[in-house]
């Protein structure tokens, strides 16, 4: 089925049709939201093996990213760009999971830190390896294909003003 027109390219031309505004802009919406869907689904796939959900798992790689593997919870939240409300709630099930501690600050009574736990880091380690195996959701994509999106994608970021 060679002759079959992949479906952004027929949105894109249905929207110009249709006297849609900015076509090309309304397809690479389309195009950016059908990614998300197809990687989403994947690495939901392979997180519903662990039992560990997408925040959760950011949650857990951003700790480990940390040389004492440590973040208070407002920068978690601000790294992760996510509401604290949410990083509260999904820590609150890897706490009960074992797989990060939280701790009141000793330097500010305010602050309150998540540490990942030795069992959250031998489950992110777990988890990782799971992920790897499908290329985080890009299966089938070449390194050199997922470096050039990681590149165009910054680009796009930038010229939105995000980096």
């Known amino acids: 089925m060679a002759d079959e027109i992949d479906p952004i390219e027929w949105s894109r031309r249905a929207w110009e049709d249709g006297k849609g505004p900015a076509p090309d802009h309304f397809a690479a919406m389309a195009a ?12 939901d796939r392979a997180l519903r093996e662990h039992g560990v959900s997408r925040t959760g ?8 990213l940390e ?9 978690l939240s601000k790294r992760l760009l996510l509401h604290p409300t949410t990083v509260s709630l999904i820590a609150d ?9 939280r701790v009141q600050s000793e330097t500010d009574r305010r602050t309150t830190l998540a540490s990942l736990t030795d069992e959250g880091a031998h489950t992110l380690t777990i988890v990782s390896e799971s992920l790897s195996e499908i290329n985080y959701g890009f299966e089938g994509v070449s390194p050199r294909l997922a470096i050039t999106l990681t ?11 995000d980096a």
């Open 93 to 101: 099930k890897l706490q009960a999971r074992g797989l990060l501690s």
């Open 151 to 161: 590149e165009i994608i910054r680009q796009v970021r930038h010229d939105m003003g």
């Open 67 to 75: 040389p004492d593997r440590t973040l208070a919870m407002g920068q």
């Open 32 to 43: 950016v939201v059908r990614l998300e869907q197809l990687v989403g689904a994947a690495l």
């Open 57 to 64: 798992y950011q949650i857990l790689a951003t700790l480990s």
